[in-house]
């Protein structure tokens, strides 16, 4: 892995920080490679994301769900 240090202004880096709190992220590296992963990739796979999301709910809609309990028992060779 690559490490690309970079200048951010006083008033961003205060954003930053609030921005991350709220979401949680543990460190800068992994909102920055969360950020740039958006900016690289997030044209590319939102709308792919937002055709499985409408798949998923027209799902729900036809009742076609299973519970976590069945997924589980298939995938683990139990009748738990």
């Not at 991350?20 to 958006?38: N, Q």
Request: positive net charge.
């Amino acid at each position: 892995m690559k490490a690309h240090p970079i200048k951010i202004p006083d008033n961003m880096d205060e954003d930053i920080k609030r921005y991350m709190k709220e979401l949680g992220y543990a460190s800068f590296s992994e909102f920055a490679r969360d950020a740039i992963r958006e900016k690289l990739y997030g044209r590319e796979l939102k709308p792919k994301f937002e055709e499985k999301m409408e798949e998923g709910l027209e799902d729900l809609k036809k009742g076609r769900v299973k519970s976590h309990d069945e997924i589980r028992s298939k995938f683990s060779g139990s009748k738990e």
